[in-house]
């Protein structure tokens, strides 16, 4: 199965902005990163139409995502309303009665446990994003950003995590296929007190040295390293001073 992950707006757009300054773009594109990595890690296939902070016109998006043949469409956003006091869960669809709905009612419930945040139903919605693609879409609010206390939550990067694990529970439930939350290694699960995702060889000078993979806040892989071994394995000189908290390799 291939998803269409749509983190709305980006770029010039900002979306909604929360009294914080907590910008939508910026939680619609750390969620879809997530939400895309979950999503390969259980064997689906991700197309997005965006990876960064840049601007993407709606007829481009709709486009794309036409053009990859996906089978459901994913569009993220953050509600805002003038009363703050607004505080609930929804997820749009064009019309009720079809997949869309089906696929809608499954995230909304997922979203709904793991924030314990009102449910504020599935509704039918005219949004351009839906009405131009072919393909059963989904459009979610994810609380309102112009709420303080769920702009404040909205802002950590572990909630951007349990909303993605979220929604991709509800996909894959809704694809009938057990969701397999992302696996962290046992006893290997600190490296510079980061949690390694997956294991990765690194070989430097024809020996391998530990390293870990490990997923930053926007979802994106690195390997991770330690100094000293490299410094070792390169014969240089390393010396920690914990007073001026600097590290210094020399030869
Ligand atoms: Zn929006």
């Given at each position: 199965m291939?998803?269409g ?8 757009d ?7 300054g907590?910008k939508e773009k ?6 879809g ?11 689906l296939?991700v ?8 601007t993407?016109?709606?007829p ?5 995502l036409?053009?990859a043949?996906?089978?459901v ?7 805002a ?9 929804t997820t749009?669809?064009?019309s009720?009665?079809?997949k ?15 924030t314990?945040?009102r449910d504020?139903?599935v ?10 693609t ?14 303080p206390g769920?702009?404040?939550?909205l802002a ?8 993605a694990?979220a929604i991709?529970?509800?996909i ?15 006893g ?25 993979m ?21 014969r ?9 908290k ?6």
């Amino acid at each position: 199965m291939k998803i269409g992950i749509d983190p709305g707006h980006g770029g010039e757009d900002s979306g909604e902005i929360g009294s914080s300054g907590l910008k939508e773009k910026e939680i619609t594109l750390a969620v879809g990163m997530l939400l895309g990595n979950a999503l390969k890690d259980n064997g689906l296939d991700v197309v997005y139409t965006r990876e960064k902070d840049t601007t993407v016109k709606l007829p481009v998006r709709t486009d794309l995502l036409n053009r990859a043949k996906c089978d459901v469409i994913i569009s993220l956003h953050v509600n805002a309303a003038g009363d703050s006091k607004k505080n609930y869960l929804t997820t749009r669809v064009q019309s009720k009665k079809g997949k869309a709905e089906v696929l809608a009612l499954f995230v909304q419930r997922r979203l709904v446990a793991a924030t314990g945040w009102r449910d504020g139903g599935v509704h039918e919605a005219k949004v351009p994003v839906i009405q131009e693609t072919r393909i059963p879409t989904i459009i979610v609010e994810l609380g309102f950003i112009s709420n303080p206390g769920q702009e404040k939550w909205l802002a950590v990067p572990e909630h951007q995590r349990k909303l993605a694990h979220a929604i991709a529970q509800g996909i894959l439930e809704f694809w009938g296929q057990p969701y397999q939350e992302p696996e962290v290694k046992k006893g290997k699960e600190s490296l510079a007190g980061k949690k390694i995702d997956r294991e990765v060889k690194v070989m430097l000078g024809g020996k391998e040295i530990p390293a870990g993979m490990i997923r930053t806040e926007e979802g994106k892989e690195k390997a991770l390293v330690q100094l000293s071994d490299i410094a070792d394995l390169l014969r240089l000189q390393f010396k920690y001073d914990p007073e001026t908290k600097t590290i210094t390799v020399k030869t």
